[in-house]
């Protein structure tokens, strides 16, 4: 058959899943900068509580390089970050030095660092649990037995509550209109983001259209994840990052994870 071993062309949930095109400029004004705001408390505290003898840095899914350049400029770490969209890494190319393309279920290096990050759901974008395992597997071969894993994924409780709420998501600035429609399917754990709006980029006014796709997980299902990785969580944090919980009807809003390698 012709082209039987060709690779089939990604879905299209996939292929934007990882692209954040002109979304990109929007997501860095109206929610990264939000979110680091939130994180960076809890990475700190735990940097400190664990210092380093190697002060060397990966950002996994770096998106537009706030964590690399936290890393950098305020623990003196030689930090690099690793994204899989390429207009993210152009954002973070204002922020950061030390940027590579690569997808975080077969990272591109042959060395270790001291201490990874994983942030802002970065991880809840795998489709499956084999996925999942292929992530922490791929960051696990670039540690050491000293070297610490911080991630956060997203409480399971938060899809139905928040994914499946009927009012979207809305954000605008003075360059940037943004929505998100969103909807979470019970039966496969599958939450879905219709994004829409507009950035004004230096080549002008740009739509946004775009899908992306979240899985949720238990804590049991990334605990089982990291262990056929040979990852061990020695801390798992509740993480609220802009203290929803009361309002929510939610046992938790994130898992804030610490790993080492076993
Ligand atoms: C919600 S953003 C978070 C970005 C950044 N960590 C932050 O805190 O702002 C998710 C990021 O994960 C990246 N991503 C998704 N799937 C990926 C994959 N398979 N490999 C590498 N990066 C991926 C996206 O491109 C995007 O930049």
Redesign the pocket.
């Known amino acids: 058959v012709k082209n039987a071993t060709a690779p089939a062309p990604p879905r299209r949930e996939e292929k934007s899943?990882?692209?954040?095109d002109a979304f990109?400029y929007a997501?860095?004004r109206a929610?990264?900068e939000r979110?680091?705001q939130a994180?960076r408390s809890v990475v700190d505290d735990v940097l400190d509580r664990y210092p380093a003898d190697q002060k060397t840095h990966l950002?996994?899914?770096?998106?537009?390089g706030?964590?690399v350049n936290h890393f950098t400029t305020m623990h003196g770490y030689q930090s690099i970050g690793?994204?899989?969209?390429v207009p993210?890494l152009g954002i973070a190319r204002d922020r950061a030095r030390n940027l590579v393309a690569?997808?975080?279920?077969a990272l591109p290096f042959r060395r270790t660092f001291s201490r990874i990050?994983?942030?802002?759901?970065?991880l809840n974008?795998?489709r499956d649990r084999i996925e999942l395992t292929r992530?922490f597997h791929s960051i696990q071969r670039v540690m050491t037995p000293d070297s610490l894993f911080l991630f956060d994924m997203n409480h399971p409780d938060i899809y139905p509550e928040v994914w499946g709420s009927k009012a979207p998501f809305v954000a605008t600035g003075a360059d940037y209109h943004l929505e998100m429609a969103t909807s979470y399917r019970k039966r496969d754990n599958v939450a879905k983001a219709l994004v829409t709006g507009w950035a004004k980029l230096p080549r002008g006014k740009v739509a946004i259209h775009e899908l992306h796709q979240q899985r949720a997980f238990s804590e049991r299902e990334i605990v089982e994840c990291l262990d056929a990785a040979h990852l061990k969580p020695i801390e798992v944090l509740d993480f609220d990052p802009y203290d929803e919980s009361n309002t929510l009807g939610a046992e938790g809003v994130k898992l804030f994870f610490v790993c080492r390698t076993v």
Do not use: I
């Not at 899943?17 to 954040?20: G, L």
């Open positions: 899943n990882e692209s954040y990109a997501y860095d929610l990264g979110f680091f994180v950002d996994v899914a770096c998106g537009t706030m964590v690793v994204d899989a969209s993210m690569g997808d975080y279920r990050t994983c942030l802002y759901d970065s974008h795998v992530a």
